[in-house]
C-alpha cells in the first residue's frame, strides 16, 4: 500500500459546500498527487506536489485548491462544491526507484456533490 | 501536452485466451510506460512498466512491447484467468519527467470462464 491513507474514504455533500479530501503518507516521498478517476475518463491529474508548499496544476484544476504544510500530508479543497466534481478521488506518491519513480496510489475517495 | 490513447474501451475473452490492450501516445519525450490494474471499488495498481532503452519486457503471463518509432505501446495478457478480470490503464510519462503521467481512459477485460 506504500504507506498512503485518504479519508474521508466516503462523503456527501451538497452543492456550495467547501469539502476537503486528506491524503497522509507514513514515509516521506516528495512527491503527491491527487487524481479524478470518472467513467470513460480514466485517471486524470487535478493537482500535484513536490514538496512543502510547493505545488502545480494538473489538468483538470479549476475548482480546486491544494495545500500541503507537512511533507506527510496533501490536501486537496472543493471550495464550494458543484455536481460535477462528483467522483472518485486518487491520491498517489511518488517512490524513487533505480531508474524512475513509480507512481503509487491511496485507496481513493468517494465523494457525491447533491 | 502529451495525449494517451487506448483501445479497445472494452475487452470480452475466454478463460486461457490471450489479451492484447494498445496504447499510442504523442509526446516524443516520453520515456516511461507503466501499465495499472483496477479491480472494481479498489485502487489502480502497478503491474508492469518499461522504460524506452527496451522493446519487450516479461513477467510470468503478462508482456509489454513497445514502438517508439509509431509511438505505441501494447499488454499481452497470455493464459487469461477470470482473476484478470478489471479495468486496465496505460500510462506515460509527460515530456520525459519522471513525475507526471498521462493515462488512458481505460479497458475493462473480462475473462469469461
Known amino acids: 500500500d506504500a504507506g498512503i491513507t485518504q479519508s474521508p474514504r466516503h462523503k456527501v455533500t451538497e452543492t456550495g459546500t467547501p469539502v476537503t479530501l486528506r491524503c497522509h503518507q507514513t514515509?516521506?516521498?516528495?512527491?503527491m498527487y491527487w487524481y479524478r478517476q470518472d467513467p470513460g475518463h480514466g485517471l486524470r491529474l487535478i493537482h500535484y506536489?513536490?514538496?512543502?508548499?510547493?505545488?502545480d496544476k494538473g489538468e483538470v484544476s479549476d475548482g480546486y485548491s491544494v495545500s500541503r504544510s507537512k511533507t506527510e500530508d496533501f490536501l486537496l479543497t472543493l471550495e464550494s462544491a458543484t455536481s460535477s466534481q462528483t467522483s472518485v478521488y486518487f491520491c498517489?506518491?511518488?517512490?524513487?526507484?533505480?531508474?524512475?519513480?513509480?507512481?503509487?496510489f491511496g485507496p481513493g475517495t468517494r465523494l457525491t456533490v447533491l | 501536452g502529451e495525449n494517451v490513447e487506448q483501445h479497445p474501451s472494452t475487452l470480452s475473452v475466454q478463460e486461457g485466451d490471450s489479451a492484447v490492450i494498445k496504447c499510442t501516445y504523442s509526446?516524443?519525450?516520453?520515456?516511461?510506460f507503466p501499465w495499472y490494474k483496477q479491480e472494481l471499488g479498489k485502487r489502480p495498481q502497478l503491474i508492469i512498466d518499461?522504460?524506452?532503452?527496451?522493446g519487450e519486457k516479461k513477467d510470468q503471463r503478462i508482456a509489454v512491447t513497445l514502438n517508439k518509432t509509431a509511438k505505441h505501446f501494447s499488454l499481452h495478457i497470455t493464459e487469461t484467468q477470470p482473476e484478470d478480470s478489471a479495468v486496465y490503464f496505460c500510462?506515460?510519462?509527460?515530456?520525459?519527467?519522471?513525475?507526471?503521467?498521462?493515462f488512458g481512459k481505460g479497458t475493462l477485460l473480462t475473462v469469461n470462464p
Open positions: 498517489a506518491i511518488s517512490v524513487l526507484g533505480r531508474f524512475t519513480d513509480t507512481q503509487y
Open positions: 514515509e516521506n516521498h516528495r512527491y
Open positions: 506536489s513536490y514538496g512543502v508548499k510547493d505545488t
Open positions: 509526446d516524443s519525450a516520453s520515456n516511461y
Open positions: 518499461i522504460r524506452s532503452n527496451v
Open positions: 500510462a506515460a510519462n509527460q515530456g520525459g519527467s519522471n513525475y507526471k503521467l498521462t
